[in-house]
Nanobody, 119 residues
Framework: VQLQASGGGLVQAGGSLKLSCAAS????????MAWYRQAPGKQRDLVAG???????NYADSVKGRFTISRDNAKHTIYLQMNSLKPEDTAVYYC??????????????WGQGTQVTVSS
């Protein structure tokens, strides 16, 4: 399974962006999916996650501003980011967990998309 993230860019503080991450390839199932972000010199942190059933969780720093959603038919997740702040600047990565056709563990990362918020 490959993950292709898109939608990053440069935006002014207070603006909005919507990220997309599409999964391609064959897997027995794709279960939990999530967005992580990594700022320069910092560790990669969870931003938001969503289960196959639609249950979501968010980092405290983005609650009320970001919304994660999922289209299981398209094997795609989205991250709507509103009221962006300069501290949201980072490379955003999507992640998927599931089961491979060989019944092994699926643990896949996308290539990352840069989000830059100017003050």
């Amino acid at each position: 399974v490959q993950l292709q993230a898109s939608g990053g860019g440069l935006v002014q503080a207070g603006g909005s962006l919507k990220l997309s991450c599409a999964a391609s390839g064959i897997a027995k199932s794709i279960d939990d999916m999530a967005w992580y972000r990594q700022a320069p010199g910092k560790q990669r942190d969870l931003v938001a996650g969503i289960t196959k059933g639609g249950n979501t969780n968010y980092a405290d720093s983005v609650k009320g501003r970001f919304t994660i959603s999922r289209d299981n038919a398209k094997h795609t997740i989205y991250l709507q980011m509103n009221s962006l702040k300069p501290e949201d600047t980072a490379v955003y990565y999507c992640h998927a967990k599931g089961i491979t056709m060989a019944l092994g563990a699926l643990d896949a990362w996308g290539q990352g998309t840069q989000v830059t918020v100017s003050s």
